[in-house]
């Protein structure tokens, strides 16, 4: 990350499986050590048409931990939706997402709000932060998720975030030749490169070969007993939990 020192920079892991087939589950475990960081999320989608879009619910919840403060803050996603898809077609996020923290007392609703039919702007959210046991509200937010943020404290103060300002920061990734079998950039390598070169019909050929593939481990699974288990996560009652989380350890 850019704000740490040159010599000593911080590292932001990132791992992500699919825990579950019916329904189509996946799990996500991101962590910084150095900054006691890291967040655990399970998400699966739900998907509709709607004429001339598509939305796509996101089910699920993730907890933000913020190990050196003790601090849980559980969220929900918004949705997605692709528009004009029969045209030129674009992506925005809508819907209401609500964060929360036992320990401090504090909530979030954020509306994600998306574009009237009629003009108006893209890419719209708002906030408030409130202080449960009072109801007061001390921060709201304003502005576009993908570009400037103005958040109004309780206290008078005010604070602007551009997010186009912020450093982009390239993900390291292992050659894929190095990466496992049923990694998502192995595995999917060859539909990718037929799709980037517009040929639908190899890379239906190439998707047809992986499910194959998939159906034939599964039924050497089942003659053998042995139920399929993901690799990173564990199920814990209704949720999908990293294995080796820094929570752990730290």
Partial sequence: LPEAPQRNPYKVRFVAEQVSHHPPVSGFYCECAER?????????????FMGMSVGVSM?????????????????????????????????ELGGKVTISCAKT???????????????GKVHRVSAEVKQNSSGKVVCKAQGEWNGTLEFIYSSGETKVIDTNKLPVI??????????GRTESRRLWQHVTAVLKEGNIDLA???????EEDQ??????RAANNMPWKPKYFNKEDDEWVYRNPLWKTH
């Fill in 59 to 91: 089910v699920g919840e993730g907890v933000l931990y913020l190990l050196d403060h003790g601090e849980e803050y559980a969220f929900t996603f918004p949705s997605a939706y692709a528009r004009s898809i029969l045209t030129v077609p674009w992506v």
């Fill in 204 to 210: 239906t050929e190439h998707k047809h070969v992986l």
């Fill in 170 to 179: 390239r993900k390291m990734i292992r050659p894929v030749e190095k990466q």
């Fill in 36 to 48: 006691g960081m890291c967040v655990n999320t399970h998400i699966w989608t739900k998907s509709k």
């Fill in 215 to 220: 159906r034939s481990d599964e039924r050497q």
């Fill in 105 to 119: 007392g504090y909530s979030a609703n954020v509306t994600f709000h998306t574009k009237p039919f009629y003009g």
